[in-house]
């Protein structure tokens, strides 16, 4: 079965503009969740979605935003970026929400670098 | 103080060492335990799960929680080169979404041949 697949792997933007980031969880999977991950920061929720719907959401500006397809695809957004923006966003599935971690399988990450 | 401690290291053993990580915790509310291992450019994996307190077992890793302490360790036996990675600690009190899901910062392990 293959796993979550995030696109694109590697990004570079400029301060300013806005980005899209995409995930496709695995099969039969519903729940998507977004992480940020940073050196100083580690890793912090961002929003979690089931059946088109946020669930949840992480203390983040509301430059960040997200959003779930009916096929269960998940993409986030952020507009105006800035230079603390810049790192790893993970993206998890699990099939169903909340399901405290264990049953949660994260994809490679897209690497997103602000200048 | 935050909710998660945990060594950024980095620590480098030899090959066949045991490895000893930790982390501690101030929130009493957690009764879910895990460790998950990050590789380079990747995403991090689960690589134990524990409920409450006690000890788990796989194979050359297990997972130690000591609720008292609000302290939770992962032992690697024989560790190997393959074991380099960073480790990362996640914990929650559950409440039925990923959000509540609290990781540490990961120590990252080297295992020289």
């Known amino acids: 079965k293959a796993g979550v697949t995030q696109t694109p792997r590697y990004l570079i933007k400029t301060r300013g503009q806005q980005v899209t980031l995409s995930c496709s969880p695995i099969?039969?999977?519903?729940?998507v969740s977004w992480y940020q991950q940073t050196p100083g920061q580690g890793l912090q929720f961002l929003f979690e979605?089931?059946?088109?719907?946020?669930?949840n959401k992480g203390n983040f500006p509301g430059r960040f935003s997200g959003r779930q397809f009916s096929n269960s695809r998940s993409e986030m957004n952020v507009s105006t970026l800035e230079l603390g923006d810049s790192a790893l966003y993970l993206c998890?599935?699990?099939?169903?929400?909340?399901?405290?971690?264990?049953?949660?399988?994260f994809g490679p990450g897209t690497r997103l670098t602000v200048t | 103080q935050k909710e998660v401690e945990q060594d950024p290291g980095p620590l480098s053993v030899p090959e066949g060492a045991i490895v000893s990580l930790n982390c501690t915790y101030s929130?009493?509310?957690?009764?879910?335990f895990m460790w998950y291992r990050q590789y380079s450019r990747k995403g991090p994996e689960l690589l134990m799960y524990?409920?409450?307190?006690g000890n788990k077992e796989d194979g050359r890793f297990t997972a130690q929680v000591d609720k008292s302490s609000k302290y939770i360790s992962l032992f690697i036996r024989d560790s190997q080169p393959s074991d380099s990675a960073t480790y990362l600690c996640?914990?929650?009190?559950?409440?039925?979404?990923?959000?509540?899901?609290?990781f540490g910062k990961g120590t990252k392990l080297s295992v020289k041949p």
């Open positions: 099969s039969g999977h519903r729940s």
């Open positions: 929130n009493s509310a957690f009764q879910y």
């Open positions: 524990t409920y409450s307190s």
């Open positions: 996640a914990m929650s009190a559950g409440g039925g979404s990923q959000g509540n899901l609290i």
């Open positions: 998890a599935s699990s099939t169903l929400p909340g399901l405290v971690g264990h049953e949660q399988y």
């Open positions: 979605y089931f059946s088109e719907t946020q669930r």
